[in-house]
C-alpha cells in the first residue's frame, strides 16, 4: 500500500487567532509598578507641599498662608482627578484598557519632570506658582485614570474567587510609591536648608524619569484584557460609555463616589500631619515625620494584599465597614499622640491607623468598586465615582488648615471631619451590592426581582 501524501497545493486550514488569555501575575506586576512609579510622582508633591513649596512658591510672609496655599495646590491634582476620569474612563472603553495605561505614565512622568524645572517665585514671581499649578493638574488628570486602568485591568486578568488579592497589587504599587517618596524624602529633607531649598527639593521629581522608563516598558508587553476584546469583537461597546453609565448604573456611581471618601484618612495622615507635626504647634523634626510615614507605608505593603484576601473569602463589605469605622476611631489617637510629641507613641498610632485600618480599604477597592460596573462601562464608572469621591480628599489637608484651632487640642475639628469621611464611606458600601462570589461575566447586571 503506497503512502499517501497531501498535495503542496491542496487547502490549508485558516490558521485562527488565538484566543485572548489572562494574564493574571504579568498584569498584577504591571498594575504593582505603574502605580508604584505613578504615586512615587503623585505623593513627592505632596511631601514638597508640606515641606518646600510655601517657601519656594509664594511670597514671603505670613507662614500659614504659604502652607495653606501650597497645600491647595496639592488639591489642585485632585481637583483635575475627575476630569481625567472622565476623558480617560472613555477612552479605556473605547480603545482599550492597555493604551489608556501607556499614556498615564507618559503624562505623569512629563509633569512631575516639568515640576523638578520649574523657577521659584523669587526668580519670576507670580508665574511660578501658577505654573506649579498647571504642572499639577497633569498629574491629576493621569492619576485620574491610572487607577481605573490599573484596577479594571488587573480584575479582568484575575481568577475567580482571587480577583480581590491580585486587583490589590494595585494599591500595594501604591504604598510601595509613597514608601519609596519617602526613602527619597529623608535624605533631601536632612540637607542644610539653602542646598535643601536650592536644589535638593528638585532631585525626587528629576529621579521619577528614570523610573517611568521601567514602567512603560513592563506595561507595554502587556495584553488587552479578553473582557475588552470580547466587548469590542461584540460590537457591544456604547459610542458614549459615559451616558451609558449613567443611563444604567447611576446608583453605583453615587455610591462608588461615597464610599471614596475613605482617601481623605490618606492625604490628612501623609500631608496635612506632616505639616502639622513639623510645625511650631509640634516642633518635630522633618526627617523623624518622614520615618513616620515610611513605617506605616512598610507595613500597607503587606496589609494591603492580606486584607484583599480576606475579602475574597468573607466578602468585600465586612472587611471594608469594620475598617472604615476603625479609622474613624483611630484617627483621633494618630492626633492625640501627634500633640504628645512622643515619637515610639506616633509611629505605633500611624501603623495601626495607615497601615493596617486603612489598608482594609485601600487593599479592596480596586476590585471592589471594578466588580460593581458592568465590562462596557467599568473604566468610566470606577473612574468617575472614584475621583469625584478623591476630590474632597485632595483638599482636606487645606480644609484641616483651615478649620484647626488653637492650642494643644487645636486638632480636634480636623480629627472630626475625617471621621465623618469615615463613617460616610461605611454606610455608602453598605448600601451596595456584595460582589465578591459574583462571575466576572455577571457583574454589574440588575439583581434579579424577588
Known amino acids: 500500500m503506497s503512502a499517501h501524501f497531501p498535495s503542496p497545493t491542496a487547502a490549508r486550514p485558516a490558521v485562527l487567532p488565538a484566543a485572548p488569555q489572562v494574564q493574571p501575575r504579568k498584569a498584577a506586576l504591571a498594575a504593582f509598578l505603574g502605580s508604584m512609579l505613578e ?15 510655601p517657601t519656594l512658591f509664594f511670597p514671603a510672609g505670613d507662614q ?3 502652607t495653606v496655599s501650597a497645600l491647595a495646590t496639592f488639591g489642585v491634582g485632585y481637583a483635575a482627578r475627575p476630569l481625567g476620569g472622565i476623558v480617560l474612563g472613555h477612552f479605556g472603553d473605547k480603545v482599550g484598557r492597555k493604551k489608556v495605561m501607556v499614556f498615564t505614565l507618559l503624562l505623569m512622568g512629563l509633569s512631575s519632570l516639568v515640576v523638578g524645572l520649574l523657577p521659584t517665585y523669587e526668580q519670576v514671581g507670580i508665574a511660578a506658582p501658577v505654573l506649579l499649578v498647571l504642572a499639577r493638574l497633569g498629574q491629576g488628570i493621569s492619576a485620574g485614570g491610572e487607577a481605573a ?18 486587583t490589590s497589587f494595585a494599591m500595594s504599587g501604591t504604598m510601595a510609591g509613597i514608601l519609596l517618596a519617602g526613602f527619597v524624602f529623608i535624605p533631601v529633607a536632612a540637607l542644610p536648608e539653602a542646598q535643601l531649598l536650592s536644589w535638593g527639593w528638585r532631585l525626587p521629581f528629576w529621579l ?13 508587553r502587556l495584553d488587552e484584557t479578553p473582557a ?31 464610599a471614596s471618601l475613605f482617601a481623605v484618612f490618606q492625604t490628612v495622615f501623609m500631608v496635612f500631619g506632616l505639616a502639622y507635626a513639623t510645625s511650631d504647634a509640634v516642633g518635630l523634626e522633618r526627617s523623624a515625620m518622614l520615618w513616620v510615614s515610611v513605617a506605616a507605608n512598610a507595613v500597607a505593603v503587606v496589609a494591603v494584599p492580606a486584607s484583599a484576601a480576606l475579602s ?10 469594620t475598617a472604615a469605622l476603625s479609622c474613624a476611631a483611630l484617627v483621633w489617637a494618630y492626633f492625640w499622640a501627634l500633640s504628645t510629641g512622643s515619637l515610639p507613641l506616633i509611629v505605633l498610632v500611624a501603623v495601626l491607623l495607615n497601615g493596617v485600618a486603612y489598608s ?6 480596586p476590585a471592589y468598586f471594578s466588580e460593581l460596573f458592568a465590562a462596557r462601562v ?3 464608572g470606577f473612574a468617575t465615582g472614584s475621583q469625584f469621591g478623591f476630590l474632597l480628599a485632595g483638599f482636606a489637608p487645606a480644609i484641616g488648615f483651615a478649620i484647626m484651632g488653637d492650642g494643644v487640642t487645636g486638632w480636634v475639628p480636623v480629627a472630626a471631619f475625617a471621621a465623618v469621611c469615615g463613617v460616610v464611606s461605611a454606610i455608602a458600601v453598605l448600601t451596595a451590592r456584595e460582589t465578591h462570589r459574583v462571575p466576572l461575566p455577571e457583574l454589574g447586571k440588575p439583581l434579579p426581582r424577588r
Not at 521619577?208 to 507595554?220: D, K, P
Not at 476584546?229 to 461584540?234: D, K, L, T
Not at 444604567?248 to 462608588?256: E, N
Not at 482594609?360 to 477597592?365: F, K, S, T
Request: glycine share 10%; aromatic share 16%.
Open 228 to 258: 475588552f476584546e470580547a466587548v469590542a469583537a461584540g460590537e457591544q461597546a456604547p459610542p458614549l460609555p459615559l451616558a451609558h453609565l449613567f443611563r444604567t448604573q447611576w446608583a453605583d456611581v453615587l455610591k462608588v463616589m461615597f
Open 208 to 220: 521619577s524619569i528614570v523610573m517611568i522608563v521601567l514602567a512603560y516598558l513592563v506595561r507595554r
Open 312 to 321: 475574597d473569602r468573607v466578602g468585600r463589605r465586612p472587611v471594608w465597614i
Open 378 to 380: 467599568r473604566y468610566s
Open 64 to 66: 500659614t498662608v504659604g
Open 39 to 53: 504615586y512615587y510622582d503623585f505623593f513627592i508633591y505632596g511631601s514638597a507641599a508640606a515641606l518646600v513649596f
Open 360 to 365: 482594609g480599604m485601600n487593599g479592596l477597592w
Open 149 to 166: 486602568g490599573a484596577s479594571t485591568l488587573t480584575l479582568e486578568h484575575s481568577p475567580e474567587g482571587r480577583r480581590g488579592f491580585f
